[in-house]
């Protein structure tokens, strides 16, 4: 992870020895902005929400300061197997994420996490539990069911986290977790809420269930929704020629793991297939594969077992993977903040990357108004297809790039599609790509305990 060593130390900060070491372990030394910010605050017990652009390091802004208070804060009652904090998330894929990201930090601490979420086998969750949970990371629905079932245990959580809480404050997820506030709401408790975007509205609604928060944000009011070091290039392309484009697209030579987003489940499932007949090492994440399928195609992706990576929106919020250089948007999504969510996760931790958007033509208007809420500057991108020069210069491939790379692969977790249209014997999808017209210009921590250290 690479880190602004100008940035304090999260010893510097007051964060124990333990958690410190551990993160020291994994080359995590320097705070990030938004940690530099919202630590000392976090530590203290106060309610803060904390805003920061995807990928600059929101996790251990809540998840260190909530291991520390809950390992040694003499406002919070000792460790005794229920649970002492409560991170709520809104996709299955971020929970895992979030529950890997604390226990590493946790390595030298006494505590013990667990993740409870839907497509897992719920009797095993409820085992963990019955021996003992300090810490819960999990998504709204799977909480209640335990917790109708008195088998999560609330009553004693003196940390609160809400994770991508514009998400979970959206009103499809707002009655589970007013339901999740109730369950805890008898006893004292901090609450933060993290998210890239905080939407006026959002704020508001939060404010009603927090203790004077403060507002923390890592950048200027006004600051882009995406950061410098992520390069965009969007331009139009026609529907039959998408997958031509990313097949040449994905030989640039300085293109590492790649997250290409689709709008749909079966425009994902035909797509990984498609990429895996042209020779690329793919897997897919979407709705129609079950949680064991789609966590296998994620860890083979983390590995670098594959390289690509075809996914829906569902993974947009729970993917944090630092070494990612590339990212798709084979069909531009639905509204504007999904792209924030879907380009940051390239130009990560302090890396640069690329996001790519291919604007179909009667994608237009989705993109307008994306392009209007971000000031991008761009309302009618260019029309280029798979052989334009300039998309060749813009994304840096070699100009007489092939349209496969080698044998039909296996696509891991793609399974196929029902409808998925008409295949040829070989398995390759029939498509007629358009003859390209007459070019145009457009908008051309060491060992020792240290509780009661601050208090």
């Keep these: 992870m690479t880190q602004n060593n100008q940035q304090p130390t999260f010893a510097a900060l007051g964060v124990a020895a333990e958690i410190v070491d551990a993160l020291r372990e994994r080359d995590i030394v320097h705070t990030f902005s938004i940690q530099e910010l919202t630590l000392p605050i976090a530590l203290a017990g106060h309610d803060l929400i ?26 919070v009652a000792e460790l005794d197997g229920t649970p002492r904090a409560l991170v709520i998330v809104p996709t299955r894929e971020l929970a895992v994420q979030v529950s890997k990201d604390l226990d590493l930090a946790a390595r030298y601490l006494p505590v013990r996490v667990a993740t409870l979420c839907g497509g897992h086998d719920m009797a095993r969750q409820i085992s963990q539990l019955h021996q003992g949970v300090d810490v819960v990371v999990g998504t709204p629905g799977r909480l209640i069911d335990l917790h109708r079932q008195r088998e999560l245990n609330l009553e004693n959580v003196a940390v609160l986290v809400l994770d991508e809480a514009d998400e979970m404050l959206d009103l499809g997820f707002l009655p589970d977790i007013e339901k999740l506030l109730k369950a805890i709401e008898a006893s004292p408790h901090q609450t933060m809420l993290f998210s890239a975007t905080m939407p006026g509205p959002i704020v508001a609604l939060a404010r009603n269930f927090m203790d004077k928060p403060v507002h923390v944000r890592a950048e200027e009011v006004d600051a882009a929704p995406t950061h410098e070091a992520i390069k965009k290039v969007t331009f139009q392309a026609h529907r039959l020629d998408k997958e031509a484009i990313l097949s040449r697209a994905l030989q640039a030579p300085n293109r590492g793991k790649t997250i290409i987003f689709a709008r749909t489940k079966r425009s994902a499932a035909m797509l990984a297939q498609d990429l895996a007949q042209r020779g690329f090492r793919v897997g897919a994440v979407h709705g129609d594969l079950d949680q064991a399928d789609r966590e296998k195609s994620l860890d083979a992706f983390r590995s670098g077992v594959v390289d690509l990576l075809v996914a829906t929106d569902v993974a947009a ?122 070019p145009r210009r457009a908008g051309t921590r060491s060992g020792s305990n240290s509780r009661g250290r601050r208090r």
């Design 50 to 75: 904390g805003q920061a652009r995807t990928g600059m390091g929101k996790t251990y802004g809540f998840g260190v300061p909530l291991l520390d208070r809950i390992f040694d804060d003499a406002d």
């Design 317 to 438: 919020r729970g993917i944090d993977i630092d070494d990612v250089t590339h990212v798709f948007n084979y069909q531009v999504p639905d509204d504007p903040q999904t792209f924030i969510h879907r380009i940051g996760r390239t130009g990560r931790a302090g890396h640069s990357g690329t996001a790519v958007t291919l604007v179909g033509y009667d994608e237009l208007p989705k993109w307008q108004i994306i392009n209007d809420e971000h000031g991008l500057d761009l309302p009618v991108p260019p029309q280029w297809f798979s052989t334009s020069p300039e998309l060749a210069a813009a994304l840096d491939f070699p100009a007489d790039a092939p349209e496969t790379v080698g044998p039909p692969t296996a696509a891991i977790g793609a399974k196929p599609a029902r409808g998925s249209g008409s295949r040829s014997r070989g398995g390759q999808a029939q498509h007629s790509v358009p003859r390209r017209p007459a």
